[in-house]
């Protein structure tokens, strides 16, 4: 079930979604490879969803982190190999993810986010980290209050193709 399911955002689905953490090395290697991969083939950046407010714990033995931090550290430690093996091999390339704190500024350079109130959860990020911008997803053409606000705070705009209202060729 995706989030742009009508059922999913009345919060009648469960999500099928189920966290691994990256501080498995064998997970991140194999992330890794894949991810160089698409760098390869002409990526130019990529948007690395659910890697944000992830307090999870994780008490595998065979981890190399603690259990409170095997996946902030792990996402953070993918991050910090990603973004200099990208760019060996695209110089240009650029990190977009959620999130939520700031260890993760450095690699990441538009973060993504919903506004789902009239105001950001928290705008001390925004002027702490002056540096720091995220995506405003709209998905419908009523999201515009969404999406002014996202203009006061100078965020990206990031448009579905359903937003745009349709023109009638009557």
């Not at 079930?1 to 009648?12: D, H, I, Q, V, Y």
């Not at 190399?64 to 792990?74: I, Y």
């Not at 702490?128 to 996202?150: K, R």
């Amino acid at each position: 079930m995706g989030e742009g399911t009508t059922s999913a955002r009345a919060g009648l689905a469960r999500s099928n979604m189920a966290l691994v953490s990256p501080a498995h090395p064998e997970f991140r290697k194999m992330l890794m490879d894949q991810y160089l991969q698409l760098v390869r083939d002409g990526a130019d950046g990529f948007q690395l969803d659910k890697t944000g407010g992830v307090t999870q714990l994780d008490f595998n033995q065979q981890l190399p982190v603690s259990p409170d931090k095997s996946l902030v550290q792990g996402v953070l430690e993918t991050f910090k190999e990603l973004l200099p093996a990208a760019r060996t091999i695209n110089p240009d390339f650029s990190l977009a993810g959620e999130i939520w704190f700031d260890r993760s500024l450095p690699y990441v350079d538009v973060s993504y986010m919903r506004m789902g109130s009239i105001d950001i959860g928290s705008p001390v990020l925004r002027y702490s980290f002056p540096e720091w911008t995220a995506t405003l997803f709209g998905e419908t053409p009523a999201d515009y209050h969404q999406m002014n606000n996202g203009m006061r705070y100078g965020f990206v705009w990031d448009l579905s193709p359903r937003t745009i209202p349709r023109l009638s060729t009557n």
